[in-house]
């Protein structure tokens, strides 16, 4: 780590729970000027305790970690140190992760297929208080936005479960209960329920109204 001076330099905290990832980007950091890596971590509890304990300015944060969310990470880091920002490191453009991320108060989101420059710019914009996201999430984001803004996505389907989410599917294909439980192992009784669950949380009245719903929302099979 470089002996760059506390004040001239932005300090930084990496989150990686793969440790050649991690070496990597404190290898590629810690000898540009005008950074100085002050701590590393694999984990969330490692990441709020060094965050504690050395008061970065950045923490460069993985969304996964094998003890939780990196999105938790951040939201506990920021509650505790407003001052810190957070720039999230993944390497998936997923949109829900994105929105979750800076609701929790990170300042970036970042591919981990970017480019070394790049990245090194970013870090600097967040320093100087800018926020950004990467090119390649942008879009997903807005066209998310866009949905939520005109009506054509809604947090209901948020409230199902996997497996509800399932049996919608094949409910609006126009399946019996009985068809429906030999697809996908259960009891006709265990189906029953799950549908009258997906009708109560959806607010709809009759199973025929979820074809519709389907198609109004643009829902897919997995």
């Known amino acids: 780590m470089n002996d760059a001076s506390p004040s001239s330099s932005l300090r930084l905290l990496v989150v990686d729970d793969h440790e050649v990832v991690r070496q990597g980007l ?3 950091l810690d000898r540009r000027e005008g950074f100085q890596v002050v701590a590393e971590a694999g984990t969330v509890a490692e990441a709020i305790d060094q965050a504690d304990r050395f008061q970065p300015d950045i923490v460069i944060m993985d969304v996964r970690l094998p003890d939780g969310s990196g999105i938790e990470a951040c939201r506990e880091i920021r509650e505790r140190r407003p001052a ?3 720039v999230m490191l993944t390497s998936y453009p997923d949109e829900e992760a994105v929105l979750s991320a800076i609701v929790a108060g990170a300042s970036g989101y970042l591919l981990k297929q970017v480019r070394a420059r790049d990245l090194v ?3 600097e914009a967040v320093g100087r208080g800018e926020s950004l996201l990467d090119p390649a999430v942008t879009e997903k984001v807005l066209e998310r936005v866009r949905r939520i803004a005109t009506g054509t ?3 209901e ?3 199902l479960t996997s497996q509800e989410q399932k049996i919608l599917l094949l409910v609006a294909e126009g399946k019996t209960n009985k ?3 030999a697809e996908i192992f ?3 009784k265990t189906v029953k329920n799950y549908v009258s669950s997906i009708l109560s949380k959806l607010n709809l009245e009759r199973r025929a109204q979820a074809a519709a719903f389907v198609a109004k929302h643009r829902i897919d099979r997995p």
Do not use: C, G, K, N
């Open 121 to 123: 710019a970013a870090l």
């Open 186 to 188: 259960l009891s006709d």
């Open 179 to 181: 068809e429906i439980a």
């Open 153 to 155: 996505y809604t947090d």
């Open 26 to 28: 404190v290898a590629l």
């Open 84 to 86: 810190t920002r957070i």
């Open 157 to 159: 389907l948020a409230q």
